[in-house]
């Protein structure tokens, strides 16, 4: 049972939310070409997942799977920085993706600034969260057809992803509960942009 736990946390970890975006934004992502693509799955899997990685684990010598609050800082700082820098890049790629990582970017300032009030919040919970907010502020605000499954399919791995939390004892129910407001609140932003 724990090897099934830990391989769903690993699975459904806060790093892949790029990967896991793709998937509320896919209307926009099957219009891009062949390079469009290829551009953005490269950026993707260097920057937001192989460089933070390498950075962490080599040089600043952070354990991923359980930081603490002074390795969180790192790790919050380090992902708001790199997602406001994907909104950048957007610019040039897929502007309705500019939002998505405004909302990311202050949903990690939003975790960093928790961990300077040493207030220990679920970055799982928060992320997951933060992707159900997100589909529902898409399907609200372009009303795509499939939209209500794809919902419904990150509804259900967001409480799967708060009931591994609380089973391998990582978080508390508030923990949880602070994580995904905070995600839900950060989701907000693409209503705005």
């Known amino acids: 049972m724990k090897g099934i736990l830990q391989a769903g946390a690993i699975v459904l970890h806060p790093i892949f939310l790029p ?31 192989i460089l933070p990685l390498v950075y962490f684990k080599v040089v600043r010598h952070i354990n991923i799977a ?13 992902y708001s920085l790199i997602n406001f820098g994907f909104a950048l890049v957007n610019v040039f790629l897929l502007n309705e993706y500019i939002s998505f990582y405004i909302g990311a970017g202050f949903l990690h300032l939003f975790l960093w600034f928790l961990v300077y009030l040493e207030l220990k919040v ?36 967001s409480i799967l992803v708060v009931v591994i939390r609380y089973l391998q004892k990582a978080h ?8 995904a407001a905070v995600g839900v609140l950060c989701s907000s932003f693409i209503l705005f942009f």
Request: aromatic fraction near 20%.
């Open 19 to 49: 990967l896991y975006s793709l998937f509320v934004y896919w209307p926009f992502v099957a219009g891009l070409d062949f390079w469009g693509a290829g551009v953005g799955l490269v950026w993707i899997g260097f920057v937001y997942l």
């Open 66 to 78: 359980e930081p603490s609050l002074l390795d969180r800082r790192s790790i919050f700082r380090a």
């Open 122 to 157: 679920s970055w799982h919970a928060a992320v997951w969260a933060f992707l159900v907010g997100s589909s529902l502020m898409i399907l609200y605000k372009f009303h795509f057809v499939g939209m209500p499954i794809l919902l419904l399919v990150f509804l259900v791995l």
């Open 172 to 179: 508390t129910p508030l923990e949880l509960a602070m994580g």
